[in-house]
């Protein structure tokens, strides 16, 4: 009888099929343990032995003591290096899912499309040419000049990529990736060119923003840059539901109560702030914000409202533990956490490629 | 009652629509047929504000061009040609986008049951889980239509009728799947909604349809009920082809069929002139 029962009964309630929600939280209970025992990880890895990372965490909350060495390592050293790590990946990973939304094709990434390099751009070019700006401007800025400049030059660059790929609320990839290879080679040779005309010390300055690093972390810069970034990253569930509408296109988005306009706005100014601010502390990550989403959307389905979250914790996960396999790879030397990510990236990239043919023929 | 005066829109010399004055009442289904090219499509763009067009769209007194897309979306969903579907969605997942209301506020009653109801009612009990992209195109179109109808679930909220605009709904399904859509259309304007729907089938227009208006080259060539609208001369000249109306005793409406031209083949001619002998 039991037998029978079981056979007539809904495999799943009807309720559950077709909603991937509980999937999706699951999921996000589980990443962020993850995230938890990865932070701790990057806490204690290092070249220095013989840290008491517990001793000194809890010597700061006013639990027992540590030893002065133990706690500049720690508190100075590693944790603005986490600390960024963490919030860059969770920024990347956020942009790359909100830039896929807002180009409705999931190949879209800051990286690839000349964004980051429009940022670096902006960044070299206040590095170098930030002193002959007038004095008022450099006092005014502060350490922010370098992020805000940044975000100028990642902000123009999605401004004019989104004109060229999109007419008719159409976006073509093949545009949009074309596009973005001539907008990247483009800035890359203007920067190359203020390179050239850099001074040493200058140039000490630059050489980690082709490849990316967190090693450079330090309190100054995350204060000046993580506002940005935590903003962001507070912002970007607000356009969950418009980026799901979107996906059905600009005019059902509209029909849907979408201002459409406004919404692009706001997703251009998100994602150039975010990875402007991360390519002034860390240079150009590549392949984080593509990789992440698309794993994602894999297990739980492209509901923004659930994949946003999960994207900015799997991006932190994935760049925190970049760093520690560029800390061990050539140790005690760094390998720039930028290689890290493209040799993992790069075939993870063809692989969505070939899968997604279809799309790229439209 | 929706109202558009003297809608023009003109795509860089051509001129698509030329001052088509446009009406239709809630508790309705009002159609919009003409041949390819006439500017049914462009006239449903204009009047839903998808397009700007020179000319005034009132819904219920109130001009469209100065209502929020949250505002009008609450009044008015609009099914599209189908279109791509940039991610996999499932059905559900697809089919929740309707739940406009939740947009402004975060919790609607009925959220969990709705989308099932809707999905039920298009005749796609069963597909939630399945992904909107591995879909035929027939199935894909009733997604979004159960999509469309959540948004304007009750087709009259506080007193004021909402409205429905469907471009072309028909035209990927079976015929069995016609009807059921026609169907919810017409129950809809039944239950006090306003329906517009821009309709190549002349005879389901028929079956179905309150009003008619007739388009061919950007105007109006014609405005009424079916019987009214849909006259031999009136459709061939039109459509640019011999139509022949009939009134077939079951239906008692206007019924069209095509009247083959001489040089086609024998039998083409033999079953169109059939009915007429």
Redesign the interface.
Same mark, same amino acid.
């Given at each position: 009888m039991a037998f029978v029962t079981s056979r007539l009964a809904p495999r799943r309630p %009807? $309720?559950l %099929?077709? @909603?991937?929600q509980m999937r999706a939280l699951a999921l996000r209970m589980a990443l962020i343990l993850a995230l938890i025992v990865v932070m701790l990880l990057s806490l204690g890895w290092g070249a220095a032995s013989g840290i008491d990372v517990p001793g000194a965490l809890a010597a700061k909350a006013g639990i027992g003591t540590a030893s002065l060495r133990d706690m500049a390592i720690v508190w100075d050293i590693r944790m603005p290096r986490m600390v960024t790590g963490a919030l860059v990946g969770a920024a990347l990973a956020v942009s790359g899912t909100v830039m896929q939304g807002l180009f409705?094709?999931?190949l879209a990434d800051p990286g690839l499309v000349g964004v980051s390099a429009g940022a670096g751009f902006g960044a070299v070019a206040a590095i170098v040419l930030g002193g002959f700006l007038p004095v008022a401007i450099q006092a005014a800025t502060g350490a922010a000049l370098i992020p805000l400049a940044a975000f100028l030059g990642g902000w123009a660059s999605t401004l004019i990529l989104y004109k060229i790929a999109t007419r008719g609320g159409h976006t073509s990839v093949a545009t949009m990736l074309l596009a973005g290879i001539a907008l990247g080679a483009l800035t890359g040779a203007v920067t190359g060119f203020i390179v050239y005309r850099a001074s040493d010390d200058q140039l000490r300055d630059l050489t980690f923003w082709g490849m990316g690093s967190v090693a450079g972390a330090t309190w100054a810069k995350l204060l000046a840059a993580g506002p940005i970034i935590v903003l962001t990253l507070i912002s970007a569930p607000f356009l969950a539901?418009a980026l @799901? $509408?979107? $996906?059905?296109?600009e005019? /059902?988005a509209?029909?849907?109560? /979408? @201002? /459409?306009q406004r919404m692009k706005r706001l997703a251009i100014l998100s994602v150039a702030a975010s990875v402007g601010a991360c390519v002034a502390i860390t240079g150009g990550i590549g392949f984080v914000g593509i990789v992440v989403p698309h794993l994602l959307?894999l297990v739980q389905?492209? /509901?923004h409202r659930l994949l946003l979250p999960n994207a900015a914790i799997l991006g932190a996960i994935v760049v925190l533990l970049a760093d520690m396999i560029s800390r061990t790879v050539v140790a005690p030397a760094e390998l720039p956490i930028g290689i890290v990510t493209a040799v993992l990236g790069g075939p993870f990239f063809l692989w969505i490629l070939l899968k997604n043919r279809a799309i790229l023929e439209m | 009652m929706l109202e558009a005066h003297s809608i023009t829109v003109t795509y860089g010399s051509r001129r698509v629509l030329d001052r088509v004055d446009f009406t239709a009442k809630a508790g309705e289904m009002t159609a919009i047929v003409g041949p390819n090219g006439s500017g049914k499509t462009t006239l449903l763009k204009a009047i839903t504000g998808e397009i700007v067009a020179s000319g005034v769209t009132r819904l219920d007194g109130q001009n469209i061009a100065k209502m929020s897309p949250t505002e009008l979306a609450t009044r008015r969903a609009v099914l599209p040609q189908s279109g791509h579907v940039a991610f996999p969605f499932t059905v559900l997942e697809l089919v929740r986008l309707g739940l406009t209301r939740g947009f402004a506020t975060s919790a609607t009653t009925g959220q969990d049951t709705l989308p099932h109801q809707a999905l039920a009612r298009v005749g796609l009990s069963g597909f939630e889980g399945r992904s909107v992209q591995e879909l035929s195109g027939g199935e894909r179109q009733r997604v979004q239509l159960a999509r469309v109808l959540l948004q304007i679930w009750e087709p009259v909220l506080d007193d004021t009728p909402r409205w429905l605009f469907l471009d072309e709904p028909v035209s990927a399904l079976d015929i069995g799947h016609q009807l059921v859509v026609m169907q919810i259309a017409h129950d809809f304007a039944q239950m006090g909604g306003g329906v517009v729907a821009v309709m190549h089938d002349l005879n389901l227009t028929a079956m179905f349809a309150d009003r008619v208006t007739l388009l061919d080259q950007g105007r109006v060539q014609g405005v009424g009920t079916p019987k009214e609208v849909f006259t031999d001369a009136h459709l061939s000249a039109c459509y640019g082809c011999t139509l022949r109306t009939n009134t077939p005793p079951p239906f008692g409406g206007p019924w069209i069929l095509p009247q083959a031209a001489s040089h086609h083949p024998n039998h083409i001619r033999t079953s169109a002139r059939a009915p007429h002998s």
């Amino acid at each position: 009888m039991a037998f029978v029962t079981s056979r007539l009964a809904p495999r799943r309630p %009807a $309720a559950l %099929a077709g @909603d991937r929600q509980m999937r999706a939280l699951a999921l996000r209970m589980a990443l962020i343990l993850a995230l938890i025992v990865v932070m701790l990880l990057s806490l204690g890895w290092g070249a220095a032995s013989g840290i008491d990372v517990p001793g000194a965490l809890a010597a700061k909350a006013g639990i027992g003591t540590a030893s002065l060495r133990d706690m500049a390592i720690v508190w100075d050293i590693r944790m603005p290096r986490m600390v960024t790590g963490a919030l860059v990946g969770a920024a990347l990973a956020v942009s790359g899912t909100v830039m896929q939304g807002l180009f409705r094709n999931p190949l879209a990434d800051p990286g690839l499309v000349g964004v980051s390099a429009g940022a670096g751009f902006g960044a070299v070019a206040a590095i170098v040419l930030g002193g002959f700006l007038p004095v008022a401007i450099q006092a005014a800025t502060g350490a922010a000049l370098i992020p805000l400049a940044a975000f100028l030059g990642g902000w123009a660059s999605t401004l004019i990529l989104y004109k060229i790929a999109t007419r008719g609320g159409h976006t073509s990839v093949a545009t949009m990736l074309l596009a973005g290879i001539a907008l990247g080679a483009l800035t890359g040779a203007v920067t190359g060119f203020i390179v050239y005309r850099a001074s040493d010390d200058q140039l000490r300055d630059l050489t980690f923003w082709g490849m990316g690093s967190v090693a450079g972390a330090t309190w100054a810069k995350l204060l000046a840059a993580g506002p940005i970034i935590v903003l962001t990253l507070i912002s970007a569930p607000f356009l969950a539901r418009a980026l @799901d $509408a979107l $996906a059905l296109g600009e005019p /059902v988005a509209n029909h849907l109560g /979408v @201002d /459409v306009q406004r919404m692009k706005r706001l997703a251009i100014l998100s994602v150039a702030a975010s990875v402007g601010a991360c390519v002034a502390i860390t240079g150009g990550i590549g392949f984080v914000g593509i990789v992440v989403p698309h794993l994602l959307r894999l297990v739980q389905g492209p /509901v923004h409202r659930l994949l946003l979250p999960n994207a900015a914790i799997l991006g932190a996960i994935v760049v925190l533990l970049a760093d520690m396999i560029s800390r061990t790879v050539v140790a005690p030397a760094e390998l720039p956490i930028g290689i890290v990510t493209a040799v993992l990236g790069g075939p993870f990239f063809l692989w969505i490629l070939l899968k997604n043919r279809a799309i790229l023929e439209m | 009652m929706l109202e558009a005066h003297s809608i023009t829109v003109t795509y860089g010399s051509r001129r698509v629509l030329d001052r088509v004055d446009f009406t239709a009442k809630a508790g309705e289904m009002t159609a919009i047929v003409g041949p390819n090219g006439s500017g049914k499509t462009t006239l449903l763009k204009a009047i839903t504000g998808e397009i700007v067009a020179s000319g005034v769209t009132r819904l219920d007194g109130q001009n469209i061009a100065k209502m929020s897309p949250t505002e009008l979306a609450t009044r008015r969903a609009v099914l599209p040609q189908s279109g791509h579907v940039a991610f996999p969605f499932t059905v559900l997942e697809l089919v929740r986008l309707g739940l406009t209301r939740g947009f402004a506020t975060s919790a609607t009653t009925g959220q969990d049951t709705l989308p099932h109801q809707a999905l039920a009612r298009v005749g796609l009990s069963g597909f939630e889980g399945r992904s909107v992209q591995e879909l035929s195109g027939g199935e894909r179109q009733r997604v979004q239509l159960a999509r469309v109808l959540l948004q304007i679930w009750e087709p009259v909220l506080d007193d004021t009728p909402r409205w429905l605009f469907l471009d072309e709904p028909v035209s990927a399904l079976d015929i069995g799947h016609q009807l059921v859509v026609m169907q919810i259309a017409h129950d809809f304007a039944q239950m006090g909604g306003g329906v517009v729907a821009v309709m190549h089938d002349l005879n389901l227009t028929a079956m179905f349809a309150d009003r008619v208006t007739l388009l061919d080259q950007g105007r109006v060539q014609g405005v009424g009920t079916p019987k009214e609208v849909f006259t031999d001369a009136h459709l061939s000249a039109c459509y640019g082809c011999t139509l022949r109306t009939n009134t077939p005793p079951p239906f008692g409406g206007p019924w069209i069929l095509p009247q083959a031209a001489s040089h086609h083949p024998n039998h083409i001619r033999t079953s169109a002139r059939a009915p007429h002998s």
